[in-house]
């Protein structure tokens, strides 16, 4: 775990989140609407968010979706591997039309 994970947790935001996740309806935020484009980056070892996850809304939008999973990353995927990350942003970016 990236040393920035180990501490700073914050319970009450934790609870708000899950409080907002349950009270909110899964097709509100799974399938974003064209012509929207859908970027899942997600760490190989996501036990919290299994990249399985990420390939069924991949799969969902079609040709609209681009699944990037990163190796040697779980749920702290930015601070684990931040580079990564940022190439498939900017990977996706360069290849919108204009």
Not at 1 to 18: D, K, L, N
Not at 25 to 53: E, K, M, Q, T
Not at 66 to 78: E, F, I, P, T, Y
Request: overall charge negative; cysteine-free.
């Amino acid at each position: 775990m990236p040393p920035s994970w180990e501490t700073g947790w914050w319970p009450a935001a934790a609870r708000a989140q899950g409080r907002a996740t349950e009270a909110t309806p899964l097709a509100d935020w799974w399938v974003p609407p064209d012509p929207l484009s859908v970027l899942a980056v997600v760490g190989r070892d996501d036990r919290i968010a299994p990249p399985a996850n990420a390939v069924d809304l991949v799969a969902s939008v079609g040709r609209r979706g681009r699944l990037v999973v990163v190796d040697r990353a779980g749920h702290a995927l930015l601070p684990e591997q931040p580079e990564a990350v940022a190439a498939s942003v900017v990977a996706m970016v360069d290849d919108l039309d204009p």
